[in-house]
């Protein structure tokens, strides 16, 4: 690969039943005739007779010590088509004694079976198998995270899949490269540090992009010998499920790898509180994660990783080639639908080139086609559920009754599905809900700057500080504002570059700790000093 290479893919494509769910859309029809006369798109390409999805659901169950089965409650709930609001598949529903069948598993694998005992080398080579098996199987896992999520299914299969490859490919070679150091001490002493597995780590991942998330968290666990439960997101768990089946197809022994699909209040809240659970890791929003961090504090003080929300700066300065800077701040807002913890959700446009810039930004929203994301060329799908589309109608209803002008967008598409229309504001100010809030939609806010303090200053006042953008020709403003941003990536002149060795992680309220790379190992080793008494040494 060549990391830049499936980063740079990235830059350029840079519960409810059915019946409730279409109930959901019928009201939100009638509650949105304030948005009718809002200027529609006539290129959006709509929502008119959905493609089958060339994939069959193929497991549903909870996977645990290397099986599947019905949740012990044996209660389901079901998953649904962002494109249409019809079920896909019911799903076991795991809730607290799920869980602690899974920890125990996982627990008695970490303690007494094979996984942490096997040769690191061994490890990476079940690892490098299961890569394997999922190039493999790549198609259907794009179209199974299409179709449960909405994105686009040329990103989930020409960007995605590649990438969460590459990142397990990365993970096995760090396995048999881990270890600790012999440390020099005052006195007749040999003293060397080991660096252990933590045991049962618990991880939560999200539905905005299920795999790859699988890959940051379980990656790095695995490679360090841990073993895992995880708990996927009620709106997406079908992928995670084919990935795990995968895995002990690789050969990775009953236990390591337990996946329990379910909620948050019930089998989440389970999985953080847990005594059993040594290492939690989750990735959501800000507001949850602190929830999370309580649970965990509250039980055994087990070690938190968050990776949380974010409202992400993108800096465009006076000297900046505008249609590039343009394309790159569309991209940088509106990529997976806008449903991005990192997405630069705060356009700051130089006075100076303000208004050229804000009548492109429309002209390319307006260009931006929207519809079914297993249609070839579609750059947008829906949004997840009607939770979220609610949110981001509410949410562009504000951004009008706040004074912010509506360039373009601000309206559902169709009748069927959560489509929204990519939308664009000018004269955003700084203290408005749409510009300080994470709306996780297609709703660009353009504001404008006077000059780099300015800008900088004004940057840096939020509670998050997860990621920033800069576009500039001048390397000493670069580097002027990427040291002053309080953010945990700055991306000059480009964004949305993922690699699997580049660290991501935010400052503040963004989150704890890093992902990917290097750092993320951390997570999931304990440090162990080890000084034992030197007789007569031939030398200290």
Known sequence: MAG??????????????????????????????????????????LLDDPITPPVEVKYTKLLINGEFVDSASGKTFPTFDPRTGELIAHVAEGDAEDVNHAVSAARKAF??????????????RIMLRFADLVEKHSEELAALETWDNGKPYEQAA????PIFVRLFHYYAGWADKIHGLTVPADGQYHVQTLHEPIGVAGQIVPWNFPLLMFAWKVGPALA????????????????????????HEAGLPPGVLNIVSGFGVTAGAALASHMKVDKLAFTGSTDTGKIVLELAAKSNLKSVTLELGGKSPFIVCEDADIDQAVELAHLALFFNQGQCCCAGSRTYVHERVYDEFVEKAKGRAMRRTVGDPFKKDIEQGPQIDPVQFQKIMRYIKSGIDSNAKLECGGDQIGS??????????????DDMPIAKDEIFGPVQSILKFRDLDDVIQRANTTRYGLAAGVFTSNIDTANTITRALKAGTVWVNCYDVFDAAIPFGGYRMSGIGREKGIYSLHNYLQVKAVVTPLKNPAWL
């Open 4 to 45: 830049f290479r499936l980063s740079s893919l990235i830059s350029r494509c840079l519960a409810t039943s059915s019946a409730s769910a279409a109930s959901s859309l019928l009201s939100l029809d009638k509650n949105l005739s304030w948005a009718r006369s809002i200027s529609r798109f006539s290129t959006a390409a």
């Open 416 to 429: 069927k599905g959560y489509f929204i229309q990519p939308t664009v504001f000018s004269d955003v100010k």
């Open 158 to 161: 020409k960007s995605e899949l």
């Open 111 to 124: 303690d007494e079976g094979p996984w942490p005992k096997m040769t690191a080398y061994e490890r990476s």
């Open 224 to 247: 360090c010998g841990n073993t895992i439960v995880l708990k996927t997101a009620e709106q997406t768990p079908l992928t995670a499920l084919y990935a795990g089946k995968l895995f």
